[in-house]
């Protein structure tokens, strides 16, 4: 009979049970200097009312505290949460926030350019259930998400820095959406819903960097492997090189804004990295595939998967140009040229940014 394994110990936060043990003022911060019990309330600076928390029901786990502060922060008359949300939102779509300090709110902060606008958005958000989808849905179909990124010497002149969002905000696609738009224009993207992290395939040169040997990085089905970037395992010192060289959040701390950069290592991981070519490849096949012989067509289809555009006739012919050249000069196979030919697309700056 096998023995069985003791498992593995992890420290998590958790309640006791319905009844909550008594809470103290802690004297100068000290955990050892108890001064009088307190009883749940909410920050004074927002009201200092005393929190009112329903009594626990027969058989619950959880004493309600939680729950409490939850509906406190979410009540239709506090505007604070829905601000910060879709100030956050904004963020995300435009580069910028409305207030471009989303993690101060407050004096030291920066004041939101478009006050108004912002309270409309978080009244609208309330009023749709908070309905994340929602606001991107409004956002998106927009008239200044929709706004060129063409500049005006004029507009230029009196606001130089876009504050009034005058223009749309070129935007680089994050190290997530970069990898999710390279598996989808392939046909490889799982778009499965929930479920545990996944391991993405690590170089061993990166692994070779790991403190623990015996339990390094696990290994995923392909499939799972291919989900979205949002399910992918993160570790903070073992991090995907794809993800690092394209400014990955911060695992470290609170991210509030990422910073976007342009370094020479970037256009090496998209020139060199074995992902990279692998989804090349991928691609490649994908588009003999589909218009098996006919190469024009599937230059044309490349650019339908990858741009999601239509290539116009001097695209073609000097993508045309570029694969016979490698198939003549520097003798490659037809279909290692194609896949050639489709990493070079990958580094279309229209496939990188949003504009």
Not at 1 to 6: D, E, G, R, T, V
Not at 320 to 337: C, D, H, R, V
Request: include cysteine; charged fraction near 25%; charge should be neutral.
């Amino acid at each position: 009979m096998l023995k069985k394994s003791p498992g593995i110990e992890a420290m998590v936060i958790t309640e006791g049970g319905p009844v909550p043990p008594p809470t103290h003022v802690h004297l100068r911060g000290s955990a050892h200097a108890e001064g009088d019990e307190v009883q749940p309330g909410f920050p004074a600076i927002w009201g200092g009312e005393v929190a009112s928390v329903a009594s626990p029901v027969d058989g619950a786990k959880s004493s309600g505290r939680r729950l409490a502060l939850a509906k406190w922060m979410t009540r239709p008359d506090n505007p604070r949460t829905a601000r910060v949300m879709v100030n956050r939102i904004w963020q995300h779509h435009f580069g910028r926030g409305l207030s471009p300090t989303p993690n101060d709110f407050g004096y030291l902060g920066t004041p939101a350019t478009h006050p108004e606008l912002l309270d409309w958005l978080a009244t609208e958000f309330v009023a749709k259930g908070w309905s994340v989808k929602s606001m991107h849905r409004l956002l998106l179909n927009s008239k200044v998400y929709r706004l060129s990124i063409a500049s005006e010497s004029k507009d230029a002149a009196a606001d130089p820095a876009n504050d009034l969002f005058w223009r749309f905000n070129p935007r680089r696609l994050g190290a997530e959406e970069l990898r999710d738009s390279i598996l989808l224009s392939t046909g490889e993207l799982n778009l499965e819903m929930s479920g545990p992290s996944v391991f993405i395939p690590m170089p061993e040169e990166v692994l070779a960097t790991s403190s623990t040997k015996d339990s390094k990085w696990g290994i995923s089905p392909p499939d799972q492997a291919n989900r979205r970037s949002v399910y992918v395992k993160m570790k903070r010192s073992l991090q995907p090189p794809m993800f690092t060289d394209f400014d990955l959040a911060d695992t470290d701390t609170s991210c509030p804004v990422r910073f976007t950069t342009t370094v020479p290592t970037q256009a090496l991981a998209m020139m060199n990295s074995e992902f990279i070519h692998d989804e090349a490849a991928t691609l490649a096949k994908r588009l003999e595939r589909e218009h098996p012989g006919d190469l024009q067509a599937q230059v044309k289809r490349a650019f339908e998967l990858v741009v999601s555009r239509e290539a116009d006739e001097s695209e073609v012919i000097r993508s045309l140009a570029f694969i016979n050249k490698l198939k003549t000069e520097s003798k490659l196979e037809p279909q290692l040229a194609l896949q050639r030919f489709a990493v070079a697309v990958f580094s279309f700056n229209e496939f990188f940014y949003l504009d």
